[in-house]
């Protein structure tokens, strides 16, 4: 059965390892994937709160050395023991195509990326792979973050434009194209009922987990202003660092804590 905490994640990960087959894979490469993905995945899901404050009251805190920051990159670390040698220089699409050659037996992304595992022209595991929601530490909720792109329709929108926006929002995120855009392109559906429409989980079985996943997903705390990536893109450094053995998790959550201080500063965020 998948693992349901990150200790039997990392018990899966060594038993499933061989010459032949990685235990698991991650973006290991200094990319923002490495950080929204695999790193947040396991902060979240060990009880990890990134900020306290706001930053309209000037006191927007990280909180990147918390004990469950610097267990989830350990724990990354620790997986990487089971992963593909070159895992630290793996992004978003080496990671995927190692799973979908069924190199590697683990891995935790984004929930658009099952459709492609799932289809056999794309994937040489179509016909033998499973999803299931991600791990948690013991009384904490498996949460992921929350991904993807937003409609909607501005406090400054044209009144003149409102009714065809709305008409064009509307099509949209109907059942119809629902149907079209999911069961053709694999995104993510916008209405809960596509999660569990019979003929579109027939053709995409990891819906359903999807649509669990997106109820207990968490929007990114920074996702607020505007130096959200450039804040990410520190910590995914300083991680990749860490993961290449150049230096300690206490070291890289350090680093990232002192420059997002810096940054956050410099923008007003934090007095």
Not at 43 to 49: A, N
Not at 191 to 211: I, M, W
């Amino acid at each position: 059965k998948p693992p349901t905490t990150w200790e039997e994640y990392l018990e899966a990960a060594e038993a499933l390892h061989s010459d032949d087959v990685a235990g698991n894979t991650m973006v290991g490469a200094n990319d923002v994937s490495l950080f929204l993905v695999d790193w947040y995945t396991r902060f979240k899901s060990m009880g990890g709160e990134l900020m306290t404050g706001s930053p309209q009251d000037g006191d927007f805190t990280p909180q990147l050395t918390s004990d469950a920051s610097v267990r989830a990159l350990q724990h990354m670390i620790d997986s990487a023991q089971y992963a593909p040698a070159a895992v630290s220089t793996y992004g978003f699409t080496e990671s995927v195509d190692a799973m979908a050659t069924g190199s590697v037996a683990m891995t935790l992304m984004w929930s658009t990326i099952a459709g492609s595992l799932y289809d056999p022209e794309s994937s040489q595991i179509a016909d033998s792979i499973a999803v299931a929601a991600v791990p948690a530490d013991p009384g904490e909720t498996g949460s992921a973050v929350r991904g993807g792109w937003g409609l909607g329709l501005p406090a400054n929108a044209d009144p003149a434009r409102t009714d065809a926006a709305w008409a064009v929002l509307s099509f949209l995120t109907s059942k119809e194209f629902e149907q079209a855009q999911v069961g053709t392109y694999q995104t993510d559906p916008n209405r809960r009922s596509t999660f569990e429409d019979p003929g579109l989980v027939e053709q995409l079985p990891y819906l359903p987990v999807a649509g669990e996943a997106a109820e207990t997903a968490q929007m990114l705390e920074l996702a607020s202003i505007p130096e959200t990536f450039e804040l990410v893109g520190e910590a995914a450094r300083e991680f990749n660092l860490a993961l290449a053995g150049q230096q300690t998790a206490e070291e890289a959550t350090q680093a990232a804590q002192e420059a997002w201080e810096t940054i956050l500063r410099r923008q007003g965020h934090l007095d």
